[in-house]
């Protein structure tokens, strides 16, 4: 070879400070396509904190990213929509509008992302530190299949919003609009001893979903915080789902829906090794929230370490349901004391009992079960009374009693003006009684 020779390169400097993505724009910090922009800095990566202010238009393509190089708490990327008009991104046939593969520190903030035939943003392979913002997400809104995608969907596969495995940690999704998919917002973990852990999810408007509004499933250290859900589309559908899951806080939510408005499943049972016994260092809560079901209010089945304030619970069938405990026992089979506070106002049933005096408490419909020989629940209900007036001849102190709660052991003397709104103050203790 006769020199001298010149060797082009993609990549003579990596990114750092503002760049625009406009195709009317001009200059050496401005990239005309979004996949041009997204391409560079998945090829070449960040020398410091990079910033892309996408301009007003409708952009085909996918913000794709993997681990982007040089990317950490101090360098990292924000993809800011425009302060007026609308910056639209259509996933390109076969792709998602953002896939954070991998990636880490990665903020979208004010763009409409849209994906009529899959998801929306998918993260997979431990993905960290991803903040969504006042983004419009909008997927699917007619289908009937999970296969049409999810909003956001953190899973293993593509082509399915509940695969499991380690998939992101550490993501904030905050006052977004949500719209359509199978799922709105759906966040899957590896399994019961291997969780993903700290989501903050507040102030979104999640609609027009066929089954679930938001699902989490093997996860932990949850804010669930202040989203306006609205009814499923499906008859059986759920507003908020969480399975699987401990150390959470879930206040002032509106959670509609057909069949659940609320279903927690094994609330802080399963520790790291994915054996019952979890201890958390401080008691889940569950306040504020107004939760209307067609079946149930809200139904909440093993629950340890959480305490309920100020929810409305309401449902045709039952306001709410406390399932069977699955705690672990000691070796020695003492007691194992955990306790639950079910206190506040609540509306149990928000229908009018029909039964007579003698069966005023059956006519609420609050059915606590829970595990002991018998199936029963061994727990005592304390300062019961109406919100309108305080009409009772005494208060019944209830140990064992049946599931539809009329075993006060002698009758609840109360006018009969139909009970629908009370006030619970419950003390729950959990354990093998012999």
């Known amino acids: ?54 301009a007003a238009g409708t952009y085909t393509g996918s913000i794709n990213l993997a681990t982007v190089i040089g990317g950490s708490s101090t360098n990292t990327v924000t993809i800011n929509g425009p302060a007026t008009g609308v910056a639209k991104i259509n996933a390109s046939a076969g792709q998602t509008a953002a896939t954070f593969d991998g990636t880490s520190y990665v903020t979208l903030n004010n763009l409409t992302l849209s994906n009529q035939m899959g998801h929306v943003i998918w993260m997979v392979n431990g993905a960290e530190y991803i903040t969504v913002n006042g983004c419009k997400i909008l997927g699917d809104t007619v289908g ?23 998939n992101a940690n550490h993501i904030t999704i905050t006052n977004n609009v949500v719209k359509g998919g199978y799922y709105g917002i759906v966040v899957n973990g ?55 899951s401990n150390d959470f806080e879930i206040v002032g939510n509106n959670l509609p829906s057909k069949s659940y408005g609320l279903y927690l499943y094994y609330a802080n049972v399963y520790n790291s090794s994915g054996a019952t016994g979890y201890t958390p260092t401080t008691q ?29 619970f309401a449902g045709t069938t039952y306001g709410a349901y406390i399932g069977n405990h699955h705690g672990s026992r000691s070796t020695n089979d003492e007691p194992e004391h955990e306790e639950q506070h079910l206190h506040g106002v609540y509306e149990l049933l928000g229908v009018r009992p029909n039964c007579a005096v003698e069966c005023a408490w059956l006519g609420l419909q609050l059915v606590l079960h829970g595990w002991r020989e018998s199936g029963l629940l061994w727990l005592g209900l304390h300062h019961v009374e109406r919100l309108a007036d305080s009409q009772f001849s005494h208060q019944c102190q209830l140990g064992e009693f049946t599931s539809d709660l009329h075993g006060c052991g002698r009758p609840c003397t109360w006018s009969r003006v139909p009970i629908t709104w009370v006030r619970l103050f419950i003390r729950h203790h959990h354990g093998h009684r012999r």
């Open 284 to 312: 889940s809560l569950v306040a504020n929230n107004m939760v209307k079901g067609s079946t149930y209010g809200a139904y909440m089945y093993s629950p340890r370490y959480v305490d309920f304030y100020y929810n409305t």
């Open 190 to 244: 590896a399994s019961a001893g291997s969780k993903v852990q700290d989501f903050t999810i507040t102030g979104n408007d999640v609609s027009l979903q066929y089954f679930y509004n938001i699902r989490t499933y093997y996860a932990e250290d949850l804010t669930i915080n202040d989203n306006n859900c609205h009814d499923t589309r499906s008859t059986g559908g759920y507003g908020l789902m969480v399975y699987y």
């Open 144 to 166: 009937t299949s999970s296969t049409t995608g999810t909003p956001i969907a953190i899973s293993a596969l593509s082509t399915s919003p509940t695969s499991y495995g380690l």
């Open 1 to 54: 070879m006769v020199g001298p020779v010149t060797i082009k390169t993609d990549c003579l400097a990596q990114l750092s400070g503002t760049y625009t993505i406009d195709a009317n724009g001009t200059g050496a910090n401005n990239f005309a396509t979004l996949d041009s922009a997204t391409q560079f800095l998945a090829g070449c990566g960040i020398s410091g904190p990079v910033t892309f202010n996408v």
